[in-house]
């Protein structure tokens, strides 16, 4: 199939025309950024957060995008974004879908700047189908600096007739000099290592959206997929990896493990800390962290309950070190809200 062909646009529309009918799970509809935050009852000094809200920094889009495949995709729902400050302004890249949770999704960029707040990319969407792989959707957007560009890695979802559920992720990544225009790269991890299913290009990244390099390399964990076990890859240029599976993320003693969300390095000792996501005792979602050195970033230290599961990150903007997150927001609303980090 062609990019962008007849036939390939047919297939997309029918994906999306499948996900604008869908009526998100009751244990979706609970999804809540602002529940797992407050979840910080057992003493654990060396975690991330508490978070609070940040009313002021809310972005709602204001109309719908174009749509380059022109069959008229339209967004209900925004997030699990990536935030990166730049030149003073603060760039949001979301996930927009039709309803919470759906797939035939896309990624736009919204830009923040002091005394106009948010404004829409006017070209959005940035990253949207255009390869087999990413035919059904193109989701989750982690963006990172390094070495004067700009990387971002998102998940292209196709359909496969080899696995069961017939739904296959790759992970994609793209570059950009001016993190407006971007230019795809292709698939990060091969299928023979992803079996077809890979998720969380999960990066150690700083206050100031620079990838963080651990030991002389970048880091990369993988928690989910890759046939249940877990990989890490290293690379010198975040384009360029080499990956092997390595486990180092035990949540066991709490629950099971979804996927890890971010990697935060400390600004002011060796601590390394992992945010993820996982099913707790009782079978509910979530957030718990993981301690580390920045020296042995495999060696768990401690876990605990509570945090962010900001698959983006923390950033640092205005003072404050934030994340955003659109689960609180009702179906429909295309509400993007931002939460504080008090520790």
Known sequence: ????????????????????????????????????????????PWRVGPFVPAPDMTFQMKGQWRDPLDFGWRSGFVFNPSLIPDAG???????AAPHK????????????ENGKGWTDYGRNPVIFPEYEHEVVS??????????????????????????????????????????????????????????????????????EGNAVKLNGKYLMYISEGCGGVQYIGLSDDLLHWEFEPKTYLDVSA????????????????????????YSDKRGQYAAGQALYSQKAPFTQKALAAGGCLSWGGLVRF??????????????????????????
Request: aromatic letters at 14%; glycine letters at 6%; one cysteine or more.
């Open 1 to 44: 199939m062609n990019r962008l062909s007849a036939e390939f646009i047919k297939e997309s529309e029918a994906y999306y025309r499948e996900a604008a009918k869908h009526t998100p799970a009751p244990e979706v509809e609970r999804l809540s950024a602002l529940d797992f935050c407050a979840r910080y009852d057992e003493p654990a």
């Open 101 to 112: 949770e759906t797939m035939s999704s896309r990624i736009g960029l919204a830009v923040y």
């Open 138 to 207: 193109t989701e989750d957007p982690k963006v990172y600096r390094a070495g004067g560009r700009y990387v971002l890695f998102y998940n292209g979802i196709w359909k496969t007739a080899e696995k069961n559920p017939s739904v296959a992720v790759d992970m994609c990544c793209a570059v950009s000099d001016d993190l407006l225009h971007w230019e795809k790269r292709g698939i990060v991890v091969p299928r023979e290592i992803s079996k077809l299913w890979v998720k969380a290009a999960v990066i150690p990244k700083d206050a």
């Open 254 to 277: 709490m629950g099971a493990l979804y996927e890890v969300a971010c990697a935060i390095p400390s600004e002011t000792n060796d601590d390394l800390v992992l945010d993820f996501f």
């Open 318 to 343: 205005g003072g404050r070190r934030i994340f955003a997150q659109g689960w609180d927001a009702k179906d429909g609303e295309n509400i993007m809200y931002f939460y504080e980090c008090l520790r």
């Open 89 to 95: 302004k603060l760039y949001m890249f979301y996930r």
